[in-house]
């Protein structure tokens, strides 16, 4: 059984940062691509970062600069460290698998909610 679990969000000033993480069990997770998306109240889920099994990045033009995606292939966990956090940032986030061996793969964990207000 595929699990995702989202940890790390949260209520945070604007400027601020928080670092989102999520373990994965269940798949071969060094040979998987990873993502991570939010989706705000009223709008569309959106792809934020994504980071392939060999460390390749890409990026979101609105989180360029301010957020980092990694992964620590011993722990099973991506994270997505977020800087310079504005009020347009606050949505809930989630991380997908997206392949695994190369091959598709649509795995959601269940969201966790950033929020960026003073």
């Known amino acids: 059984q595929v699990q995702l679990v989202e940890s790390g969000g949260g209520l945070v000033q604007p400027g601020g940062s928080l670092r989102l993480s999520c373990e994965v069990s269940?798949?071969?997770?060094?040979?998987?691509?990873m993502g991570w998306y939010r989706q705000a109240p009223g709008k569309q889920r959106e792809l934020v970062a994504v980071?392939?099994?060999?460390?390749?990045?890409n990026y979101a033009n609105s989180v360029k600069g301010r957020f980092t995606i990694s992964r620590d292939n011993a722990k099973n966990t991506v994270y997505l460290q977020m800087n310079s956090l504005k009020p347009e940032d606050t949505a809930v986030y989630y991380c997908?698998?997206?392949?695994?061996?190369?091959?598709?793969?649509?795995?959601w964990g269940r969201g966790t909610q950033v929020t960026v207000s003073s």
């Open positions: 980071i392939t099994w060999g460390g390749g990045t």
């Open positions: 269940g798949i071969s997770f060094s040979r998987s691509t």
């Open positions: 997908k698998v997206e392949t695994v061996f190369g091959m598709s793969a649509n795995y």
